[in-house]
Structure formats: C-alpha cells, structure tokens
C-alpha cells in the first residue's frame, strides 16, 4: 500500500527548505507536517534539547542526589536487564563517579529475580549502608517496595518510562515523562533518555559545562534508545543522531572492545549496527546469564577485563541463537497444529523454554503471523509463567495487559511489547479475555500480511544524489522507518545467489531504458528459480549507497520481489 500523505505541506516544505520534493514527501509521511518541525527534523542540534527540570519532579531529584553527594551518602543506582537498563544505571554510576559520590550499580538477574527493585533488594541495601537508591529504567510501578524502603530509612528516585499505573510510588521524586501530570514536551524517551536527563540537570545544578557532559554520555543514550526501539522522532532522533557520532570514537573501554569485536572498528556506525550486532550481544548475557557482566563492560576501565566480559558476551550470544531456533522449531509445530481462524491473539506456553528468550521468538510470530503474540515459560512446579507479548502496530499489547491485570501477577511494558506473569491456572481464562479484548480492536484487514510503501518510482528516479538526499533522513529506526519504495516491471539481466549457502539473491534490473541498477535480495536466494533472466518483476526496496574499491554507487536493498503480471 502507497502511504497516503498530504501534498499542499509537502510543497509548502519543499519550497520554503528547498528539499527535494521526494524529501519533503518523506517528511510528511512520517507526520512531520510544518516547515518548522521539518526544518528542525532535517537539522537537528543538541541546542534544542528539552530542558531537563521540564520533567516531572526533577528538581526534587537534582536536590536529594546533590545533599547525597555532599553528605558523602552510600547511593545505589539499580538498572534492569535489558540493554536500555544497563545503559542507563552504566550512564548513572559514570556520571556520579565523577562527581566524586559514593555509589554502587545493581541490576536484577532476571531468572532469580526478575523485573523491577523488590523488597529484598531494599533490605540488603539497608544492610550495606546505603541511604539513596536510584532507580534506571525501573521503579514506576513499584509502589510496595519504595514503601517499604520508606520504613527502613532510604530514600527512592524513581527514574523510568514505562506507563505509570493507578497510583505512583511515594517516592522522593518519579522522574517520567509519561507521568499523566506531566507537561513534559516529549514522552517516547527511552530510560536512558530520563537517566540522561537527570544526569544533565544535575551537571547544570552544579555548575559543571553541560556540553562537554552531553557529548561525552551520548554514545550510551544511542546504545540505550535504540535496543528499546523507541521512536527516533523529537529528543530520541537528536540523542541518537549525536549519540552515533560519539560512538563510533567512544572512549569506554568496555564498548570499544564490543565494537572492535565485531568487526565495526573506524566505521560510521549506524542503528542497524546497535539494534543487531551489539545491542543483541549485550541482552543475550541478561537473557542467559546475569546482566551485572554487561553492565561491568560498560563501566570497566581495564582492557584485559573487557576482552574477558567481551568473550562471555560472545558465548552468551551463541547459545541465546540455538536457544532461539529451539524454541521457534517448537512453536512453529505448535502454531501448525491450531486454527488461528477467529484467533486474534496467538498465547502459547510450555515448560523448558527460557523467559528471556521467548520475547524474540514473539516478535518472529508476529512476523509470520501478523498478530499479536504471548509466548510464556511455565514453571510447573511453582503453578507459574513468565512471559513477553509482542504485537502489531494497530493493537496497544502493553494496555491490553492491563486490562487483564485481575488475572496476572506482574504486566508492564509498551504499545508494541511487555512482559507479565501469570499463574497457569489462570492461563485459559487470561487467552479468552486478552482474544477478547484484541477482537473488539483488531480488524481481520489488520491480520493480512502488507508492505506500507513511501511511493512507486522509476529506475531512472534513482540516483547517487537521491540516495544522499534520502541519508538526511537518517537515523532510521521505530517511527522514522528507512523509506521504502516499489518499481515496477523491472527487466532482469542477470541473477545469481551469494553467500556461503546460497542464501542471498543478488540481481542486475533495469526498467524503461535507465541504466542498470545492482540489487541485493537478503535471505532471498530460494526466489532464484523464479526470477528469470529476460522476464520483468516488481520490486519494493530501500535506496542505499554502497562502498567498494573506493567508489560509491547506488545498491537497491529488495525486500520483496515478485514476477509482474
């Protein structure tokens, strides 16, 4: 389907920015309807940053941090096990190191322990002196525990983003820009973006040059906001732009043995290279393992211990692939077995899977399936799951959950992805009701496989210049999605697949007398039989530039392909 879009806004920014009428057409696609927030979109400057103490409670946050640090007051910072946790609790304990606090990092494992600070936590810090937690990435629903650190002397900052629920912890301050008295300009922060911004408020409270702090946090805020695919529009779009910048020359030691590791060493990275090389490799050891390894690697000073953390991240990644193909193999006999007819929802469980591992074999469902998906790893011994929820653009998963919370023990997460435990023998009541839910909202039109495409164009359309015009849109990512076009009745003139098993089709079109275009197919090479040299097909592809041998020429990436009728 060809994205709809409004053209009297997309000529008005092509003629007052002086875009190119396919750049202005782009912007507005993705909502950016006002030359101004074009402009801004298309230059973007750490200049136009939100200012921090716009957020919800953050002056009281700047002041309890600051009497901690002057009282020399033990601090925890507690993350979560995702990488957007560890990033920011690693961004945190950076920060106030060197200002010269008192303070240790904690993340939960997330077998033993799971989501969120628990009151087990609080008590052993208690005992180890300390008298200010800050949470990252955590901490908005926890209500119980900041209570009960209340009783026991030590004081809560709740920083965090996920959706607040009835009632807000009687914390020091809730820094979150989702709170629903919040005037905060923005809301889709990652936590790393809120930890950031405590972070820069209290630099600026204490007198220290803000610019040189952004530029040099940047790199984890980037790292962060992209592995919690947060939306790369307004603050997260700027974060990660300049984020990738920094990145690419970081100075953690810790990240700059990932990077070099795999293989990205003096590249202009991109979030590509975040969401799928290094941000995976960083969650497998939290899915696996104990995500206090990754969050060492970022904090780590010493290059032997890095390679060290980098190996155990490595293997980590391995076995979370087997793992994964495991699981994928059992749910897809399952998923064969069943009428999906009427089934809005798909909520499947099993003993033996591992919890921090079915959120991706979730998102493969949702893939193949085009529904929404909960996968849940049943204890049996214990009568509970543990769980992620994946989902499709037009169904909120993270409220849906919610909704259903009489029949949960835990929920919390996003539109598009959550987590939740439930007791087994809940489990058929919460399928019915969840599938109850989702079938008021979702259409069958919602469950039909389609490609939303910017627009239809000719090969002779596709140029070097268009390809650098398309690049200041970047980064791309949820919510800016890299532009996607379709050509139709394109002449194959040569086809072959690539790869050490065949696996890719790579391919040499052309259409109404252009030049020839190089096109790459990934994961594509079983179309081989089917595209035959002589014959038209009609592609849907993204426009990239390719590096070799010193020259830069222009490389349709086909996302799908099929022969023209």
């Not at 941000?279 to 010493?302: E, F, H, K, Y």
Request: net charge negative.
């Amino acid at each position: 389907m060809i994205h709809p879009y409004n053209e009297d806004s997309a000529k008005r920014i092509e003629r007052e920015l002086g875009v190119a009428p396919l750049v202005a057409r782009l912007l507005v696609n993705r909502g950016i309807e006002s030359v101004a927030d074009a402009a801004e979109f298309l230059n973007p400057s750490l200049d136009n940053l939100h200012d921090p103490f716009d957020l919800p409670d953050m002056r009281l946050a700047v002041d309890r941090v600051k009497l901690a640090i002057e009282r020399k007051e033990k601090i925890l910072v507690h993350g979560d096990y995702d990488v957007d946790g560890v990033s920011s609790a690693a961004l945190l304990i950076r920060v106030l190191r060197a200002l010269d606090a008192d303070v240790e990092a904690r993340v939960p494992h997330r077998k033993r322990e799971g989501y969120d600070i628990k009151p087990l936590t609080v008590e052993e810090a208690k005992a180890d002196g300390v008298s200010l937690i800050i949470t990252a990435d955590c901490g908005v629903t926890a209500c119980d525990t900041v209570s009960h650190a209340a009783n026991l002397g030590i004081d809560i900052v709740v920083t965090d983003h996920h959706e607040p629920g009835p009632e807000l912890p009687k914390a020091v301050a809730v820094v979150n820009p989702r709170r629903s008295d919040s005037t905060y300009p923005f809301k889709d922060l990652a936590g790393v973006g809120v930890a950031f911004k405590l972070a820069q408020a209290l630099v600026r409270d204490l007198g220290y040059p803000e610019s040189r702090f952004q530029r040099k946090f940047l790199d984890l805020v980037a790292l962060g906001t992209v592995s919690d695919v947060a939306p790369l529009l307004g603050e997260n779009r700027t974060l990660v732009k300049f984020g990738l910048e920094e990145m690419s020359k970081t100075r953690k030691v810790g990240l700059r043995r990932l990077i070099q590791n795999c293989g990205l060493e003096d590249k202009a990275l991109s979030t590509y290279n975040i969401g799928f090389v290094l941000g995976p490799r960083i969650n497998a050891v939290g899915r696996l393992d104990d995500s206090a390894i990754a969050l060492q690697l970022l904090l780590t000073r010493d290059d032997a211990e890095a390679d060290d953390l980098v190996g155990i991240l490595e293997e980590r990644n391995k076995e979370r692939q087997l793992e994964q193909m495991r699981i994928w193999s059992e749910v897809s006999r399952m998923l064969e077995a069943r009428n999906l007819d009427g089934m809005s929802v798909v909520v499947l469980a099993a003993p033996g899977w591992n919890a921090g591992v079915v959120g991706i074999v979730a998102s493969k469902v949702v893939e193949r399936y085009c529904r929404p998906a909960v996968l849940i790893s049943a204890d049996e011994a214990a009568g509970v799951g543990s769980g992620s929820a994946r989902s499709i653009d037009t169904f909120d998963i993270g409220s849906a959950l919610h909704e259903c919370s009489d029949l949960l023990e835990r929920c919390g997460g996003h539109a598009l992805a959550a987590g939740l435990s439930v007791k087994l023998e809940n489990l058929e009541a919460f399928e019915e009701k969840l599938n109850k839910i989702a079938g008021d909202l979702i259409t069958p039109e919602d469950m039909i496989p389609s490609i939303d495409i910017d627009g239809e164009l000719e090969l002779a359309d596709v140029s070097l210049s268009l390809a650098e015009d398309l690049k200041r849109l970047e980064p791309f990512g949820m919510g800016n999605p890299e532009p996607l076009f379709a050509t139709r009745k394109a002449m194959v003139l040569d086809r072959r697949t690539v790869g050490s098993d065949g696996a890719h089709l790579k391919l040499r079109v052309r259409s109404n007398g252009a030049q020839p275009t190089d096109c790459i197919a990934f994961g594509q090479g079983g179309a081989y039989d089917s595209v035959q040299v002589g014959s038209p097909i009609d592609l849907c592809y993204n426009i990239r530039i390719n590096h070799f041998n010193g020259m830069d020429t222009v490389q349709l990436t086909v996302k799908d392909l099929g022969v023209s009728l």
